[in-house]
């Protein structure tokens, strides 16, 4: 076929591609090892002058057909899956920073992330600037330092539903030298692609909407194949240069393209091991078949549930790029014109008391610590995510004690509508 397929079809027909008597569905691998007839064999795998399995940590081919969808679903050249999305952000950076580098970060950032670069990572000798992404880009220069060596940021941001302006931040990025790396995970590739706006690597916390049903913990990491690593070569020594682990091997003259990946499966994998099982995958297969329906629900939904919130007189403040008067209505509708995501945050006029007696009247919505499953979810973050900031403290990190998160499912919008405005109106009896 030479016409390139729509989302639609890839999420059901890339990766496994069945031939005459294969099984339909993707077979899944749940073997840790691959066996070979002679000791050369093995060992050529092993100076990688072949290709193929030997070893799960290493490479599995279930895992590797359900990154080659994801990958496809991008638009991107090599992909690899991990055991989840902590390890894909942490990868993604780590692959290409060491002790002394340094990374730009966007502020309004899932906080799992925030803590992993701000924390962590400098605990490994990797320093970050945290960037208000919203600033224009003569502000943004002033973080860039001589070892910077990636900026990262997520399309739309959890939980501050911030969008990216990511051709922005892409320009400033390669203008320095340096890669654009976007957590796509709330958007997902069937509203935004961000390779199309000039972003080099995406990641993915495959927990949320590509697994969809709340069943398996995962991430992704994909790469474009469009930064030129050896155009920075001392920069990006690990990927041009002689690697003395593996055979003095390098990375960029023996994979091109696929190099970034590559590394990743070679280095970080062999050494760190945060691989996804192979029976995850197959269930994350079997939910992306589903992934642009669900999306198309979770956003049809959400902006009903939105348009309600926002008119209702207990309601404060709504923050859903789908409304008109949001302040990144305008950024959504040119990099994800289709629709947002499934996620609301609202603020409860009467505060904290309230907030949690409107948790607990909710019938059908569920309190879990989670977002983007099929079901509809909530959390009070003031209550639970950040239970132990004070108000004064909630404030500077631009949560009020009524602010409410909701991640809207694919029910029937008027069940969750419903729900909803009987648990506001429990909510004024304290
Ligand atoms: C949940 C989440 C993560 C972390 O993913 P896990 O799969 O929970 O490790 C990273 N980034 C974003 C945007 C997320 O929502």
Known sequence: MGKELHIETKCLHSGWKPKKGEPRMMPIYQSTTFKYDTS???????DLKDEGYFYTRLQNPTNDMVAEKITDLEGGVAGVLTSSGQAANFYA??????????????SAIYGGTLNLLGVTAKKMGIECTFIDADAPAEELEKAFQPNTKAVFSETISNPALVVLDIEKMAKLAHEHGVPLIVDNTFATPVNCKPFEWGADIVTHSTTKYMDGHAMQVGGAIIDSGKFDWDAYGEKFHGLTRPDESYHGIVYTEHFGKSA??????????RDLGSIPSP??????????ESLPLRVERHCYNAQKVAEFLDAHELVGHVNYAGLPNDKYHELAKKYMPNGTCGVISFELKAGREAAVKFMDSLKLASIVTHVADAK???????SHTHRQLNDEQLKAAGISPGLIRLSVGIENVEDIIDDLAQALEESKTL
């Open 40 to 46: 050369e064999e093995m060992g050529r795998l092993f």
């Open 93 to 106: 950076v780590f692959n290409i920073c060491e002790a002394g580098d340094h990374v730009i970060c966007a």
């Open 260 to 269: 970034y990946i590559a590394k990743i499966n070679a280095q970080l994998m």
């Open 279 to 288: 029976m995850n995958c197959f269930l994350l297969n079997a939910s992306l």
């Open 376 to 382: 509809t979810s909530v959390l009070h973050p003031a």
